[in-house]
């Protein structure tokens, strides 16, 4: 592991007064400006924060800068989280890319989201000029049949809630300790409807994918990450691979240094230009 220097970052947000996005700037080497530079994006889930899972571990082996965060109502930035409040974290993705671009002079060159994260980073790649231009996307358990998550069962739960006092409220444990979110009928439809299906014809065609799904994700279906693989496979250059864990659930749950070290290679044969399109048989020798 490189020696890197870390700094926590507050990014007043224009949209709330008195909220800063918290983040934590990983360098090589310290430099500011240093206008040009390659810096890769890490993006938490939903209840998640900037460290937990994959994200940290990650941040501190990869061969470039980073910087991860935390999106409003989590953690350690202000704000209220929304179920539905998709746009919201849009907004602050965009916050955070013009203050590192102004600030720093940084270029986005890899972007990695987890579940939530992804959804976002998919629309902040397709329609932003800076998205256009990133050479290499990880979604680590991208939804794409949002709809989908009306089908779960705990989900179900909610909805009884709602009928009977007008929200649920969700309890998860975040970076160790137990907060409570109040999720409204709105804000379940709000998600579902929101729409995925403009990655078939507006993802750019020169972004390496590397989608990486666990085969027992009981959040989001493992088939999800097929359909992602349909809709990228064809673009040229850019290439798709898909990633498929046996027994990994939605946050990879004991195998979160195998998530890096997948994420490491792929990045590693982008960086030499290597990739194809096809089943990343990352970690797979000889014969089973």
């Given at each position: 592991?490189?020696?890197?220097?870390?700094?926590?970052?507050?990014?007043?947000?224009?949209?709330?007064?008195?909220?800063?996005?918290?983040?934590?700037?990983?360098?090589?080497?310290?430099?500011?400006?240093?206008?040009?530079?390659?810096?890769?994006?890490?993006?938490?889930?939903?209840?998640?924060?900037?460290?937990?899972l994959f994200l940290k571990r990650l941040a501190l082996r990869l061969p470039m800068d980073s910087f991860r965060f935390d999106f409003r109502g989590n953690h350690e930035t202000a704000g209220i989280w929304k179920q539905g409040g998709l746009a919201d974290d849009?907004?602050?993705?965009?916050?955070?890319?013009?203050?590192?671009?102004?600030?720093?002079?940084?270029?986005?060159?890899?972007?990695?989201?987890?579940?939530?994260?992804?959804?976002?980073?998919?629309?902040?790649?397709?329609?932003?000029?800076?998205?256009?231009?990133?050479?290499?996307?990880?979604?680590?358990?991208g939804r794409y049949r949002m709809k989908k998550l009306l089908e779960r069962e705990d989900v179900k739960r909610w909805q009884q809630s709602m009928s009977t006092v007008g929200y649920h409220v969700w309890s998860p444990i975040v970076?160790?300790?137990?907060?409570?979110?109040?999720?409204?009928?709105?804000?379940?439809?709000?998600?579902?409807?929101?729409?995925?299906?403009?990655?078939?014809?507006?993802?750019?065609?020169?972004?390496?994918?590397?989608?990486?799904h666990g085969l027992s994700d009981n959040a989001v279906p493992s088939y999800d990450a097929i359909i992602y693989a349909r809709a990228l496979n064809e673009r040229d250059p850019g290439t798709h691979s898909l990633h498929l864990m046996e027994d990994a659930d939605h946050n990879f749950t004991g195998r979160q240094d195998e998530v890096v070290d997948i994420i490491l290679e792929w990045w590693e044969k982008q960086k030499e230009s290597t990739l194809k399109s096809g089943i990343w048989m990352s970690g797979i020798r000889g014969k089973l």
């Open positions: 592991m490189a020696n890197r220097i870390s700094t926590k970052i507050f990014i007043p947000h224009p949209a709330e007064t008195d909220c800063s996005i918290v983040g934590v700037l990983e360098q090589l080497s310290e430099a500011k400006p240093c206008p040009g530079r390659k810096i890769a994006l890490i993006l938490h889930g939903a209840a998640g924060h900037k460290d937990y849009l907004e602050d993705l965009r916050t955070v890319v013009e203050f590192l671009q102004v600030h720093y002079g940084y270029v986005i060159d890899l972007v990695v989201g987890h579940s939530r994260g992804s959804i976002v980073s998919f629309r902040w790649i397709c329609t932003s000029e800076e998205g256009a231009n990133v050479s290499g996307f990880v979604n680590a358990s970076a160790r300790k137990q907060v409570s979110f109040k999720i409204y009928t709105e804000d379940l439809a709000t998600f579902a409807n929101w729409d995925t299906s403009f990655v078939w014809d507006s993802f750019p065609a020169s972004t390496d994918v590397l989608t990486i």
